[in-house]
């Protein structure tokens, strides 16, 4: 039976997840990380890329996946920085002195043009500017490409075509040209294929394909609901509930937090609101919107009418979305509403509530028989 | 003549002797490179009763390894300087390369510098990337252990500059902070507090890297447990295949540093037992014999060196007049910060 292993890098975990031709999960495992993704600057792009591979063979000396199941690897992670020298290796951050950046939260594109500024030498001797997971894909296929969410965040892209081609006046800006930047590819898209040294060490499949990837966020809402004009998600998060909705390309003048591409590239989220009702807290839902949520308390009490609220597939769990974007780059799913509509159907809090203490019903028996 | 007895008055003994301990461990380990354990056991206390020429027959009696080339030069640079900086250690180191004078390869030292020859000292990033946890420059952190003993706060940065310039391992950055830690701890102390040590090298490298102080943790409970267990748990690495019972120490910075530490901690005061016991570890004895030297050296001053093996170095001369440069240069820049 062949398997999508989509790989995702948030917050503080790294979580590879094995995902089925019909969307069911089938293996799953994480690992905490010391430095959390959106602390870029604090860790050398190889320590992470060390860190997947890691948790990857161990996944696969465990059993967890079958290496030869694997069809084609997704990824979704959290906007980075990778400056690549002309040899092709990562400028180390603390060669940019980024170590010296003491801010909680500080955005690729700031750090990115701050670096440049400060060392225009670097600038000149760049092969390439990449997200975190541009690079591990670059480690392990040495194919160079970047996506749409990456390109969006950066803030050079042109406003004629936002996300999707690179704007030569803005990198000229910066000290940056056209060639040093590069193609933008939608997430789905096949880029390329496992190198020999990766597919010897894990035994994984020669020629599995490495699929482009999003950001996780973006592979949350893409997932959520199928995305018609209009459709609201709320993604509840640890700072709060944000409201965003499907429409078309951002203008020129919106801000770069207020919109993300779809992996696909075929639409947009815009934040509509940034604090909305919080049905965690007892809030009366948002009519007419998904809820979805990486990480939902155990003992979360909802005291609402959860017959009126409707959750994604993936409520309280992580998505599935980076491993179902490969299959599409692999043309396994060519109409997508059946994925929507049949695979990862929106329900109501009701029926997620008896779905998951069935579910734990379940493992409990399977873990007394064990014993 | 005036017995030295307050830690002002030891201090420049200190410093050769850390200088001068490291290369008396890298010269009698330099011809048994690479030797077994059992080998190097079978030795006895014959491998430090003298230097013996290298196998290759290339070089004499009391030729250190390269790891004391590379510390010989930086002391100089930090010296000529006054401050750790990597662009003048990298000018330093660039022409042992250039010129071949290099004695020994250090393959994870090779990388960065190839590229730091390619790319001209004004270059950034020319590192050895994450995984490569080679000790070809280890020895060097103890350099900032000696210029920043009383000034504890600038260490980590120093010493975070001076690894930079080959190693971008965490792995490797952490343990040597915890080599200067310790080496600034023997200058300030006039005893060995097992505790004061351990924690001291362990908080430091908590900050880099949150595996390597676990391992230093080990290090008290291994001083009570017979000998080969204790180096088997400390010489232990990631890589499964790699017999340390048979093949002695691996090159990698963490296992050196341990296995030295531990060595040092079991006779703190006799260089030559520590030197003795460092080298019958086998593996990359060199550098481990070189770090217990450092380390028995910056605790005691040079005095209780044997003179045969403090005269017969190769370079011994030129490697007293560096640290005793490095020496009075740090007293000088203390002083003008002060006043």
Partial sequence: MSLLLGIDLQGDTITLQGVDRRGNRIAYIDEKVSVPFHRFWQVHPDERVRSVRALLLHALHEGLIRPGAVAAIGISCEPGLVLVDSEMEPVPPRSLNWNEIDSEKANPDEVLRKSLEQYPSVARTLSAVFDLQDWLRYRWTGAVATTRSFAWSSGLTRDTSPGEHWDARALEAIGLGSGQMPPVIPGPHRIGTLQEELVRETGLARGTWFCGGTEPRAARLWLAAEPREGVGIVLLEEQGATLWRVAGPPSASTPLKDAIPSPQGDHWYHREALEVSDPRNGDTPVSDVIYDAIRIDPQQQWNIDSSEMMVSADFGSPSRAPALLAGIGLGWYRDLRPLWRKRCPVQTLQQWTEYRSASQQVSGQETREKT | ?339
């Avoid at chain 2, 490291?22 to 010269?27: K, L, P, Q, T």
């Avoid at chain 2, 071949?100 to 050895?128: F, H, K, Q, Y």
């Avoid at chain 2, 950055?173 to 004061?196: G, Q």
Wanted: glycine share 10%; hydrophobic share 40%; net charge negative.
């Fill in chain 2, 1 to 339: 003549m005036k017995s030295s007895t307050t830690l002002k008055e030891q201090l420049p003994g200190r410093f050769r002797g850390s200088i001068q301990g490291a290369a008396i461990g890298s010269a009698l380990g330099f011809p048994h490179s690479g030797s077994s354990r059992t080998f190097m056991r079978a030795l006895g206390s014959e491998v430090v009763q003298g230097y013996v020429r290298h196998r290759s027959g290339y070089f004499p009696e009391g030729q250190h390894g390269a790891s004391v080339q590379l510390l010989s030069l930086a002391a100089d640079a930090i010296a000529k300087e006054g401050r750790v900086c990597a662009n003048s250690i990298v000018e330093c180191w660039v022409p042992l390369w250039r010129e071949n004078r290099i004695v020994e390869r250090l393959p994870d030292v090779d990388v960065a510098m190839s590229r730091w020859l390619r790319r001209g000292t004004s270059a950034r990033g020319c590192a050895c990337g994450p995984g490569e946890a080679g000790s070809g420059a280890l020895l060097c952190s103890i350099l900032v252990g000696l210029w920043d003993h009383d000034e504890p706060d600038h260490l980590i940065a120093d010493c975070e500059i001076l690894t930079g310039v080959t190693h971008e391992d965490t792995t490797v950055r952490a343990v040597s902070v915890a080599l200067a830690t310790v080496i600034a701890h023997n200058l300030t102390h006039h005893d060995v507090v097992l505790a004061d040590v351990i924690d001291g090298a362990a908080e430091a490298a908590a900050r880099i890297d949150p595996d390597v102080p676990d391992r230093i943790q080990e290090i008290p409970m291994m001083l009570a447990t017979p000998e080969r267990n204790a180096f088997e748990q400390l010489a232990r690495t990631s890589d499964d295949g790699f017999d340390v019972d048979h093949a002695g120490v691996s090159s990698d910075a963490l296992p050196i540093f341990l296995v030295a530490l531990h060595c040092w901690l079991r006779n703190p005061s006799e260089p030559v037992e520590v030197i003795q016991s460092c080298l019958q570890t086998g593996g990359a004895m060199e550098m481990t014999a070189a770090v217990g030297g450092a380390l028995v050296g910056s605790s005691i001053g040079e005095d209780r060196f044997p003179q045969a093996l403090l005269t017969g170095l190769v370079e011994s001369s030129e490697i007293i007049v560096s640290a005793t440069r490095l020496f009075e240069r740090q007293r000088q820049e203390r002083g003008r910060r002060s006043s």
